[in-house]
């Protein structure tokens, strides 16, 4: 039985300004109430929250091969913050998705560019 307000845990880095949890140290927590990114018990870092109702928009990302997320929020808690989802991007993706959270996918596949032009 799952609980509507379950949270689950995914192994993240992240940068909040320069400063940088390295993954599998970053945890982001994805529950139906609030998104917490937070570093492992011991480990230094920042411990960030902000509710359901405060998320505007995931941003999805790529920088070099890496999938990137940003989050835009009414507060501005995670304005500085870029995260990169460990080896559960897809899980991660869908657990938004399962939630409701607003998403925008930025990244583009070999699908979607138009035809290149040879000169």
């Known amino acids: 039985m799952v609980r509507a307000n379950a949270v689950k845990t ?3 880095q992240s940068a909040i300004d320069r ?24 480990w230094r870092g920042e411990t960030l929250s902000v509710p359901f109702a405060g998320v505007q928009r995931i941003n999805i990302g790529h920088f070099l091969q890496y999938t990137v997320l940003t989050i835009d929020d009414v507060y501005s808690a995670f304005g500085n913050v870029r995260i990169q989802p460990g080896l559960s991007t897809r899980r991660l993706l869908r657990e938004f998705e399962r939630l ?10 070999r699908h979607n560019q138009p035809p290149s032009v040879d000169s």
């Open 10 to 12: 995914f192994g993240v």
């Open 19 to 42: 400063r940088i949890t390295p993954y599998p140290l970053g945890r982001l927590d994805v529950g139906s109430e609030e998104l917490v990114l937070r570093a492992w018990p011991g």
């Open 100 to 109: 409701g959270y607003p998403l925008h996918d930025t990244r583009k596949s």
